[in-house]
């Protein structure tokens, strides 16, 4: 397993932007895909968006799609996602999450696909 780090979040207003950053620690991070995914208070933790193990190829939620941009740096072991256009509905404690290792040409999405989770990292976006 690899060991995971969010950080970045804070607080904004609508419209804003953030980006966090995922720190990892651990055999083989380039060959895993990376997600991020949030959890609202209440809520069940829902997928963010994903990017491939080699950094080609991405995935996003609908609510992500056009505001929300994912990448990595594997010569960092480091994996971003940049937050634009930012609404109070996006409010969550967000997280960084790793699959196994040698990953290739999928990119999952659901939660029961990734076996190491960072801590996470609060998101509080104002009205």
């Known amino acids: 397993q690899v060991q995971l780090v969010e950080s970045g979040g804070g607080s904004v207003q609508a419209g804003g932007s953030l980006r966090l950053s995922c720190a990892a620690s651990g055999p083989n991070f380039g060959t895993r895909v990376m997600g991020w995914f949030r959890q609202a208070p209440g809520k069940e933790r829902e997928f963010v968006g994903a990017v491939s193990s080699a950094g080609s190829s991405t995935r996003y939620a609908d609510s992500a799609k056009g505001r929300f941009t994912i990448s990595r740096d594997n010569a960092r072991n480091t994996v971003y996602l940049q937050m634009d256009g930012l609404k109070p509905e996006d409010t969550a404690v967000y997280y960084c999450?790793?699959?196994?290792?040698?990953?290739?040409?999928?990119?999952?999405?659901?939660?029961?696909?990734?076996?190491?989770w960072g801590q996470g990292t609060q998101v509080t976006v104002s009205a």
């Open positions: 999450a790793a699959t196994r290792s040698n990953v290739a040409y999928v990119i999952y999405s659901a939660v029961n696909h990734y076996m190491s």
